[in-house]
């Protein structure tokens, strides 16, 4: 198993960063898909990114394409969410996921495909 603990979130004014970090415990990290995915009030956790085990061929969805990447350092077992440009549409709790199925990269996953879950990181923007 593994275990996942955010941080990073806050409040911030709409053109911010932040840098959401994910640690990992345990020494398999590096077997884990790993993933980013939030939830506002009201709506469904949807799916924000994901990375392979390697750090390689990340995915990000288009609704943050271009504002957000997803890295991972295997290393201090932590995986990372860099937002730039945030707009008040991305206030959420974002949660790091966690699973070891193999990668497919290039497509949405659903939160029912991870197994592993933080839990959450309040992320507000304000206009």
């Known amino acids: 198993q593994v275990q996942l603990v955010e941080s990073g979130g806050g409040l911030v004014q709409a053109g911010d960063s932040l840098r959401l970090a994910c640690a990992a415990s345990?020494?398999?990290?590096?077997?884990?898909?790993m993933a980013w995915f939030r939830q506002a009030p009201g709506k469904e956790r949807e799916f924000v990114a994901v990375?392979?085990?390697?750090?390689?061929?990340?995915f990000t969805a288009d609704l943050v394409k271009g504002r957000f990447t997803i890295s991972r350092d295997n290393a201090k077992n932590t995986v990372y969410l860099q937002m730039n440009s945030l707009k008040p549409e991305d206030t959420a709790v974002y949660y790091c996921?966690?699973?070891?199925?193999?990668?497919?990269?290039?497509?949405?996953?659903?939160?029912?495909?991870?197994?592993?879950w933080g839990q959450g990181t309040q992320v507000t923007v304000s206009s």
């Open positions: 345990g020494r398999t990290f590096r077997n884990y898909v």
């Open positions: 996921a966690a699973n070891l199925q193999s990668y497919s990269s290039s497509r949405i996953y659903t939160a029912g495909e991870f197994d592993y």
């Open positions: 990375i392979s085990r390697g750090g390689f061929s990340p």
